[in-house]
Nanobody, 119 residues
Framework: QVQLVESGGGFVQTGDSLRLACVAS????????VGWFRQGPGKERDLVAA????????YYADSVKGRFTISRDNAKNALYLQMNDLRPEDTAVYYC????????????WGQGTQVTVSS
């Protein structure tokens, strides 16, 4: 059974930083495209950032470019999202995902972690 467990969400002020972590069990993430999605209030779930399983091409949504950084630690079988200069519009539930396909689908999902940014 594959499990993705997120941590690091919270309530912050505009301009603050947070680092989300996602630890996987039951599957080696090295062979999977991984990513972070988010779903804001009343919005659809959108891809925020993604890493392919091989190569160096990284995807970022335009709204987070220059502020968010996705990374992985293969030794820990973990995925991270460093979020800097947070804004109220970044408020959402953030989901880590593995086996990301087509920017909307994934084979495995975490349970989600809430990020709330106050103005």
């Amino acid at each position: 059974q594959v499990q993705l467990v997120e941590s690091g969400g919270g309530f912050v002020q505009t301009g603050d930083s947070l680092r989300l972590a996602c630890v996987a069990s039951g599957r080696d993430l090295r062979r999977l495209a991984v990513g972070w999605f988010r779903q804001g209030p009343g919005k659809e779930r959108d891809l925020v950032a993604a890493l392919p399983w091989s190569g160096s091409t990284t995807y970022y949504a335009d709204s987070v470019k220059g502020r968010f950084t996705i990374s992985r630690d293969n030794a820990k079988n973990a995925l991270y999202l460093q979020m800097n200069d947070l804004r109220p519009e970044d408020t959402a539930v953030y989901y880590c995902a593995a086996g990301v396909n087509g920017g909307v689908r994934a084979d495995y999902w975490g349970q989600g972690t809430q990020v709330t940014v106050s103005s």
